[in-house]
């Protein structure tokens, strides 16, 4: 049920028709971080105010909403965020990726492959890649424009030089269709090769510094590199305990006081998924918990 | 080949400026510069504080834009280039050593990483032969290959010159703009430094546009003199001409060390 103090989506249509041309301009121009003027939402920056607006202007009644936060659905800022768009949109809400029309997120793709049609949305802290190495916007900006993009390998080279490999893990450049350089915001490396040739529209919203950028479908990104020091989308090496799963992203659990871990998919949706489907890890135990309402 | 004979051999100056003019407001930064400088030459600017000397590098690197007069590099007119081409000549054919090596180096990294950024932005994707030409470069300009991942700020003053220096001639530019490089080092610092900076404009044939206020070291190192007074060029010729027989006043009482500079 919509609550009628609000617009549809909660902003305004004006406001939304100068985020949904922020938009289709970061489509006609992959990588490239488009102003836009963020307006202020019922929520803190940082819980991804950004995101929230590039999801409020994307929204039709028809969709079907999921939010996720490090891959989990049921963390305070995911479900705030969904309780956020049933209020103001009525829209319907799922935990299922294949059932989401949009899926916002905070630092994860999911695990199960987005179709065509999907739409993507990332909340984004920094949007600017090169900000680590160049305070100055005017000259960064000036960077994009003439793609000068040494730095960001100097940033790889101290890497490399410190810790004898690319020590980056989270938020790791990549170069869009050969021309910009892209914050994918802070997915874990692992998720790159999942922005290139996606079928999804990925779209990054940054709330407290103004920017809008965009993916098309199918548009390659590549993770920047050293030939002789090659991109590599590592993970923890552990099979999810839960399901069992080899080629998803895990987090590490502490279990106990005495040393005890465990790795489970930080996809949770795909890990039940896996698990409905009678996939088991070594520790997945059902019944105790299964039982329970 | 001898200095002469490679002014023989080309038929074109690398650089020619004509009729160069930057004011700030009423006052004259620089007016009605015109000279011609040849491939593997060493063009010394002297003059004293607030002369102009400094308005004059930026405006030939491309770091001012002049109000009137022209600068062709190569043949090229460089103030009709677009901002792009510009800047990729600014880190290719030419390079910016600053008197201030804070102001030409990045300090929050490592020595390798400021002498391979060039390289980086030109290409440069196999770390392994980034790393190398580091070392070499630093070797050439005599700071320890162990220092290779230590910053710039754990550097003394002479040193983090040189580092500078080798950041800038790593990718074999053929112009060097130099704003007072040895100003600001002890005495004995700057002798050492002059040496280096000499046996690599002649090693290299460099081609360098050097300002300095110190008659020193541009009698080591340059083949020939502008003297600047007040924006405008009052005197210019061969080095020792100039400096052992000058002919404008103000020359003289430059040269006697009257002025103080
Ligand atoms: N940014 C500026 N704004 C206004 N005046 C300037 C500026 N930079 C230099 N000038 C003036 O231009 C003249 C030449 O200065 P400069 O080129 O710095 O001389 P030099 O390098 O020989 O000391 C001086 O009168 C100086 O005060
Ligand atoms: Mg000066």
Known sequence: ?293 | MTLMETMVATDRPLLKVEGLTKGYGPRIGCAGVTFDLWPGEVLGIVGESGSGKSTLLSCLAGHLRPDLGSIHYDGRDVLAMGETERRCLGRTDWAYVHQNPRDGLRMGVSAGGNVGERLMAIGARHYGEIRGKAVAWMDRVEIAADRVDDRPSAFSGGMQQRLQIARNLVTSPRLVFMDEPTGGLDVSVQARLLDLMRGLVRDLGLSVVIVTHDLAVVRLLAHRLMVMKSGHVVEQGLTDQVLDDPQHSYTQLLVSSVLQV
């Open chain 1, 1 to 293: 049920m919509t609550d009628q103090a609000y617009n549809f989506a909660y902003l305004d249509e004006q406001t939304k028709r100068m985020i949904r041309r922020a938009i289709l301009k970061g489509i006609a121009v992959p990588g490239y971080q488009v102003p836009f003027a963020s307006r202020e939402m019922p929520m803190p920056y940082g819980w991804g105010t950004g995101g929230v607006q590039v999801t409020a202007a994307c929204l039709v009644p028809e969709d079907r909403l999921k939010v996720i936060d490090q891959g989990a659905d049921d963390t305070t800022n995911a479900v705030s965020i969904r309780k956020f768009f049933q209020r103001t949109a009525g829209v319907e809400v799922t935990e299922a990726t294949a059932a989401a029309t949009l899926i916002q997120t905070r630092h994860r793709i999911p695990e199960t492959p987005l179709t065509r049609g999907q739409i993507l949305v990332y909340q984004v802290p920094i949007p600017e890649p090169l900000r680590f190495l160049e305070p100055r916007e005017t000259e960064t900006r000036k960077m994009h424009e003439l793609e000068e993009y040494g730095l960001m390998h100097v940033k790889l080279y101290e890497d490399i030089a410190r810790h004898g490999q690319i020590a980056t893990s989270y938020d790791y450049p990549v170069k869009v269709e050969g021309r910009y350089v892209m914050a994918p915001s802070p997915i874990p490396k692992f998720d790159n090769p999942k922005l290139s040739g996606n079928p999804a529209i990925q779209l990054f919203g940054a709330g407290r510094e103004q920017r809008i950028y965009a993916l098309p479908p199918y548009t390659s990104a590549v993770s920047l590199d050293f030939d002789d020091h090659p991109f590599q989308a590592s993970k923890a090496p552990h099979h999810c305990d839960l399901c069992g799963a080899k080629n998803s992203y895990l987090d590490e659990v502490i279990t106990d006081d005495h040393g005890g871990r465990m790795f489970v998919c930080s996809d949770t949706d795909y890990c039940a998924g896996r698990r409905a489907a009678g996939q088991k890890g070594r520790l997945w135990s059902p019944e105790p918990q299964e039982a329970a309402p």
